[in-house]
């Protein structure tokens, strides 16, 4: 039996990275049906819709998505970012993001770096729960906002459930658990924000007494900033809420490269969406200038959720080995190669 993926390139260099990321596909003799589908900018212009119907049908009726990029626009009316629709409607709850360092990447901080971030992708202060003008009665739920009273004010609150913190450690646990990793990370900030990151720390506490066999760590958001800096070989996975993880993900990012190699993974219980991180850079558009790394790396983790390990691995090693011969690079890393020349190495390097 093959496997059904919905392929949406997006807007911008989606288009270029995703003609990499089929190319290399293409030499892994892999069974692949494809569902070619559109969300994002273009949709917004032709349909003022970012996600379609024929889109949400494409998506329900595959296994997974392999994603481009998109554009958004702010101050628009009506417009709705199409990944974080797609996150909401499939409860993509665990964000991955690895941070690897591949040796012949001259940005490379360090070249010993190799953890993994999980970042909750649903709650937190990105639950859109938003107040600006306050309502009047809200000023009576808690003391604490008395001394605010006659301002102009803008609130926005920060949702956690128990489900969601036990949920997304659990995720970082069993990941650690089937790739031999020794330890993990919960990432808080729970002696000041007491009760959400509270709940989340006592869930991580909890979950993390059914693993025996993994290292349990706990470190405040601010130092776990510095730490990566200073000594990041020195971690394994870490896991934290969504906007923590979002701000030391693309920290975490740039200690081995930056955007041409951040990819990441969207995963739910029944659906998973796999994207490089960065957005459509739509002033390279069509232009097959920038690195597809990161793209290809993306396609990597798509390849190990769908349970095709062997493949995963040979992908990744082909990718180390262009990079650490050096010839074939996008302009970011000092070369002059194309995004398809970089993916065709790639390919070439697999066969
Ligand atoms: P961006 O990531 O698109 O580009 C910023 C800059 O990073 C580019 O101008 C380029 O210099 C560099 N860059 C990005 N990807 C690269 C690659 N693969 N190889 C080499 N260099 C690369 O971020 P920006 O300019 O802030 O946003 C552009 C659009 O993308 C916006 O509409 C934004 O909303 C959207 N966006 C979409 C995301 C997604 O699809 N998940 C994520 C981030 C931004
Ligand atoms: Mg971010």
């Not at 996150?87 to 010993?112: E, S, T, W």
């Not at 993994?116 to 938003?130: A, D």
């Not at 691995?313 to 070369?335: M, P, Q």
Request: glycine share 8%; charged share 25%.
């Amino acid at each position: 039996m093959g496997y059904k993926i919905c392929r949406i390139p997006g807007d911008g260099i989606g288009h270029d990275v995703m003609e990499a990321a089929s190319l290399v596909l293409e030499q892994m003799d892999l069974d692949i049906e494809w569902n070619d589908t559109e969300a994002g900018w273009c949709c917004w212009e032709k349909y003022q819709n970012t996600v379609p119907e024929h889109t949400w049908k494409a998506l329900e009726s595959s296994q997974c998505c392999l994603f481009g990029a998109i554009t958004s626009k702010p101050g628009i009316k009506g417009f709705k970012s199409a990944i974080l629709q797609i996150r909401q409607r499939f409860d993509l709850y665990a964000n991955v993001r690895p941070v690897k360092a591949f040796a012949g990447v001259p940005l490379n901080y360090r070249d010993d770096i190799d953890l993994v971030i999980f970042r909750e992708n649903t709650e937190g202060l990105y639950s859109g729960v938003e107040f600006h003008p306050y309502p009047e009665n809200l000023f009576d739920i808690h003391p604490g906002l008395e001394r605010f009273k006659g301002k102009d004010v803008a609130v926005s609150i920060r949702v956690f459930t128990r489900e969601g913190c036990n949920r997304i450690v659990r995720k970082a646990f069993e990941y650690a658990k089937e790739y031999g990793r020794k330890s993990v990370t919960a990432v808080h900030k729970a002696n000041v924000i007491r009760l959400t990151c509270g709940m989340f720390l006592e869930e991580a506490r909890k979950v993390a007494k059914e693993y025996p066999g993994i290292d349990f760590w706990e470190a405040n958001v601010d130092a776990m900033a510095m730490w990566l800096i200073k000594n990041p070989q020195n971690y394994d996975v870490l896991v934290t809420t969504n906007m923590f993880g979002d701000i030391i993900s693309d920290q975490a990012a740039q200690l081995v490269g930056g955007l041409g190699f951040a990819s990441s993974a969207n995963i739910g219980e029944a659906f998973a969406l796999f994207e490089p991180t960065h957005g459509s850079a739509p002033k390279y558009a069509g232009q097959y200038k920038v690195n597809p790394i990161a793209m290809l790396l993306a396609t990597k983790l798509m390849l190990e959720w769908l349970g095709e390990k062997e493949k995963a691995r040979s992908l990744e090693n082909g990718i180390a080995r262009v990079l650490k011969e050096g010839k074939v690079k996008t302009y970011d890393l000092g070369g002059k190669s194309s995004t398809l020349d970089v993916a065709r190495a790639v390919a070439d390097s697999l066969a």
